[in-house]
């Protein structure tokens, strides 16, 4: 008897130890686990603390461990700093560290076929099906509105393809490979003869609906023109015009991240081999730096003065689109144009923005209407992280003087 009691109470200790050991890496609880501590990185901006101050308590609040901060004022960057809170042996996030930036990559495949256009290659009424290889799946046959798509509609998200009602085939590798008979992992162009035997959702160019498959075709058809990759193409014609030299398309795996690139984290998502983000190049494959994705916000400041586009293209970029009643369109009203969401207030001023998002990360490009450009780029995403647009527009409000210098040539 003695012996049984003997044996259960080294049972229960053997138990309690294990779940001391594993009730950190299960539950986040903080036995045995290193504290967090603070770092920021970069040039210090003392008349600019104060966005040190938010970035501190914004991170801390939602439990971000990485993220990156870039600020434009006038085509200046005045601000540029990388924020850790993590344990104190972890790496040190740069202004300069590559982050995914998820759908902040469609502005970028904006200019790539404003470019395209500008030299005559393509035009924004052409249809794309007249551009891509025409594939269907056998015994199927391409919806009757297919081929009225146009380059317009795909920049404008107006192309027919509603993932609210339907789904988003870049993110259905897996139907995909068993409707198709392919092994995983499906490519970009399994995914178009896939889609060209289903139904649209609506008649392309009367509805806005949000489409990352769209700008899926666009990257396509960036290659189908210039006989480059989309990535070759962009970083030639887009990035490099601008001195970017660090951003490049992600890789899904772990082992394969870029050197400089930070780790991801998410509650109850992978991050890592769970999508195919080499197949989302064009519409969210980028990696980037803040820094990076200012030098390109910036770039749009003065349209006279864009260093890759005209001023006509820019203001095409940015117009309102066919779906928008111009006469009864109201000052402030947000719609999206051509990779960007805008707002136009009269006289010249608008803001134009875009947010990123997939598991692990979380990024926000915005224009501000009173000179100021925004970057904020997160490892994480969810909890409330969408506040941070808001909550930087605060910040802004509140600074009375902005700093001469233009930190970019420090930032190669």
């Known amino acids: 008897m003695h012996r049984f009691f003997e044996k259960q109470t080294v049972v229960i200790i053997i138990k309690m130890i294990l779940l001391m050991v594993i009730c950190p890496v299960l539950t986040g609880c903080s036995i045995l686990t290193s504290p967090r501590v603070w770092q920021q990185a970069g040039p210090d901006v003392p008349e600019l603390s104060a966005f040190d101050e938010t970035m501190s308590d914004f991170m801390v609040s939602h439990k971000v461990s990485a993220s990156s901060l870039a600020i434009t004022y006038k085509g200046r960057l005045v601000f540029a700093r990388g924020y850790t809170w993590s344990k104190a042996d972890s790496p040190a996030t740069e202004p300069t560290s590559l982050f995914r930036?998820?759908?902040?990559?469609?502005?970028?495949?904006?200019?790539?076929?404003?470019?395209?256009?500008?030299?005559?290659?393509?035009?924004?009424?052409?249809?794309?099906?007249?551009?891509?290889?025409?594939?269907?799946?056998?015994?199927?046959?391409?919806?009757?509105?297919?081929?009225?798509?146009?380059?317009?509609?795909?920049?404008?998200?107006?192309?027919?393809?509603?993932?609210?009602?339907?789904?988003?085939?870049?993110?259905?590798?897996?139907?995909?490979?068993?409707?198709?008979?392919?092994?995983?992992?499906?490519?970009?162009a399994d995914i178009i003869t896939f889609m060209n035997g289903r139904p649209l959702q609506y008649e392309p160019g009367t509805k806005c609906t949000y489409s990352n498959y769209g700008y899926c075709l666009l990257g396509r058809v960036i290659e189908q023109k210039t006989g480059l990759s989309y990535e070759g193409f962009i970083k030639r014609f887009v990035l490099s015009p601008l001195g970017i030299t660090r951003m490049q398309i992600g890789r899904s795996n772990r082992e394969d991240r870029a050197p400089g690139e930070v780790r991801y984290e998410s509650k109850g998502?992978?991050?890592?081999?769970?999508?195919?983000?080499?197949?989302?190049?064009?519409?969210?494959?980028w990696l980037a730096s803040a820094v990076d994705l200012a030098r390109f916000a910036a770039a749009f400041d003065d349209p006279a003065d864009c260093p890759i586009l005209s001023a006509d293209s820019v203001e095409t970029m940015f117009s309102l689109p066919a779906t928008v009643d111009s006469e009864n369109y109201k000052s402030g009203d947000h719609y999206y144009a051509?990779?960007?969401?805008?707002?136009?207030?009269?006289?010249?001023?608008?803001?134009?923005?875009?947010?990123?998002?997939?598991?692990?990360?979380?990024?926000?490009?915005?224009?501000?209407?009173?000179?100021?450009?925004?970057?904020?780029?997160f490892n994480r995403r969810g909890s409330g992280i969408e506040k941070i647009d808001s909550i930087l527009w605060k910040t802004v409000k509140s600074i009375s003087a902005w700093?001469?210098?233009d930190l970019f040539g420090e930032m190669l």
């Open 338 to 377: 051509c990779g960007w969401n805008v707002r136009d207030f009269g006289n010249g001023s608008r803001s134009t923005w875009h947010t990123g998002s997939l598991p692990g990360c979380y990024t926000i490009m915005v224009r501000w209407s009173n000179g100021v450009n925004c970057v904020a780029l």
């Open 269 to 285: 998502e992978s991050v890592y081999g769970a999508f195919n983000l080499e197949n989302m190049d064009s519409h969210g494959g």
């Open 101 to 188: 930036i998820a759908s902040l990559s469609k502005p970028v495949t904006s200019a790539g076929i404003f470019k395209l256009v500008e030299e005559n290659q393509l035009g924004l009424d052409d249809k794309f099906i007249d551009i891509l290889p025409y594939v269907t799946p056998e015994e199927q046959s391409p919806d009757p509105n297919l081929g009225k798509v146009t380059i317009l509609h795909l920049l404008e998200h107006l192309g027919g393809w509603d993932r609210d009602t339907a789904f988003d085939p870049m993110f259905a590798d897996k139907k995909i490979s068993k409707a198709l008979g392919k092994p995983l992992p499906v490519t970009q």
């Open 403 to 405: 700093p001469e210098h």
